[in-house]
DNA sequence: GTGATTCTAGGTCATTTGTCCTAATTTTGG
DNA sequence: CCAAAATTAGGACAAATGACCTAGAATCAC
C-alpha cells in the first residue's frame, strides 16, 4: 500500500482512540491493531508516539478548519455561522456524551502530562475562538468580540462536560437552546447599537 | 505510626497526584514516594489501585460536602450561598489555570477509561447539583431549580477549561463576573414573580 | 515483660510499554 | 523482467507497572 494511505489510516484510528479513550493510555500495539499493521510496520511511518500526537492534532485542525470554512461559505449571515457552531453540541451529541468534546478533553489530558503538545492542542481552541470573533465583528460587536466568543466556547466546553457526566438526561439539548436564545439576544443587542448611532 | 494517620496521608497524595497528573498516570511508586514510604507498605492500606481512587473521591465528596454546609450556614440568603458557590473559581483560580476543575477533570478521565469508578465520580456533581438545586428552590424558583443548577454548573466547567487552555488571560475574572450578574437576573426575576402572584 | 497484633520494608513476578533493529516482501523505474 | 527503492513483519530490549509475598520492626494488651 502507498505509505501516504497507511499513514493517513494510523492518523485517522489514533485519532478516534486518542479520543475515546485517551492519548496517555492509547499505546501503540492499540492503533496498529485498529489500522491491521504490525508495531514494527508503524515505526516506518512513526518514530514517536508525539509524533503521531502532532500528526493528529494537525489532522483535527485541518479538518474543524475546512468545517467553519463551509459555514461561512455562501450567503449566511453572522448570526447563522454562529447558530451553526453552537449547533456542533447537537450534530455529535453521542460521541460527546460519551467522551465529552474532542477539543477540551485532549487539552485537559495534555496539561495534566505537561506535554510538549499542549500548545499545539490550544491551537484547536484558538482555530475556533478567533473564527468566532470574526463573526461577532461582522455583526458590529467590535468592542467585546473576543469576550462574546470566550464566553460561548466556554459554555460549549461545559455544556459537552456535563452531557458527559449525566448522557442519559436530554441535557445537551437544552443547553443549545439557551445558547441560541443567547445569540439571540446578542444580535438585537446589535441593532439597538445600530439604532443608537 | 497509627495506620489512620499513614492512611489519610497516601489518601491526601493521591488526591494531590490524581488532580495535578491525572490518575492511569500516577503510579503507586509515585504516591508512596510523596508520602515517604515504601511500595510495600503501600499494599497493606490499599490492596488496588482502584481502591485508592475509591477513597479519594469518597474523601472529596467529604471535602466538598462539608464546604457547602458552611456556606448555608448562618443568616446568608439563597444567592449569597449560590454566589459562594461561583466565587469557587476565583478561591481556586491558580489550581485551576494549571490543572482545570477537579471534578470536571476527574470525570472526563474516568469516562474515557470506562472506569467502575465513574459513577462515585459523578456523585461528586450530584453533589453539587442538588445543593445548588436547593438553594434555587429557597430563590422560589422551584419549576426550574434543577435546570439552573445544571446550568450554573455548566458554565463552571467551561470557565475551568478555558482558564486551562489560556492561563495567561484573565478570563476567569471575567466570567465570574458574568455569572454572578447572572445570578442578579435570576433573583430579580424571582422577585418579580413574587411580585406578581 | 512478653506474647499477639499491627504496621512496614524490600523484593519478586508476569505483563505492558515505547523504542529500535533486521530480514523479508512488495512496489517501482528503466 | 529485474535491480533498486519503499514498505512491512516480527521480534528484541530495558524500563515501568500493578499486584503479591514474606520477614522483620514497632506497638499494644495484659
Not at 468545517?67 to 451529541?93: C, H, Y
Not at 452531557?163 to 439539548?173: H, K
Request: with cysteine.
Amino acid at each position: 500500500m502507498a505509505a501516504s494511505a497507511t499513514r493517513e489510516k494510523i492518523v485517522s484510528s489514533a485519532d478516534q482512540l486518542f479520543y475515546e479513550r485517551g492519548f496517555e493510555v492509547t499505546s501503540f500495539a492499540d492503533v496498529a491493531e485498529m489500522v491491521g499493521i504490525s508495531r514494527g510496520n508503524f515505526y516506518y511511518h512513526f518514530k514517536t508516539k508525539d509524533e503521531i500526537l502532532d500528526a493528529v492534532i494537525a489532522r483535527r485542525i485541518k479538518d474543524r478548519d475546512e468545517m467553519l470554512g463551509r459555514w461561512i461559505d455562501g450567503d449566511q449571515t453572522p448570526k447563522q455561522s454562529v447558530a451553526s457552531f453552537i449547533r456542533i453540541l447537537e450534530m455529535n451529541n453521542k460521541k460527546i456524551r460519551s467522551s465529552g468534546c474532542p477539543v477540551g478533553t485532549l487539552f485537559s489530558e495534555l496539561a495534566k502530562l505537561n506535554h510538549p503538545g499542549r500548545p499545539a492542542a490550544r491551537g484547536l481552541f484558538d482555530l475556533f475562538r478567533v473564527w468566532l470573533r470574526r463573526r461577532f465583528e461582522e455583526m458590529g460587536r467590535h468592542r467585546d468580540a473576543d469576550a462574546l466568543a470566550m464566553h460561548i466556547l466556554a459554555r460549549s466546553q461545559g455544556a459537552a462536560t456535563l452531557a458527559n457526566a449525566y448522557p442519559d438526561e436530554p441535557f445537551l439539548e437544552t443547553e443549545v437552546a439557551q445558547m441560541l436564545a443567547w445569540l439571540d439576544a446578542v444580535a438585537d443587542q446589535q441593532d439597538q447599537t445600530q439604532q443608537d448611532t
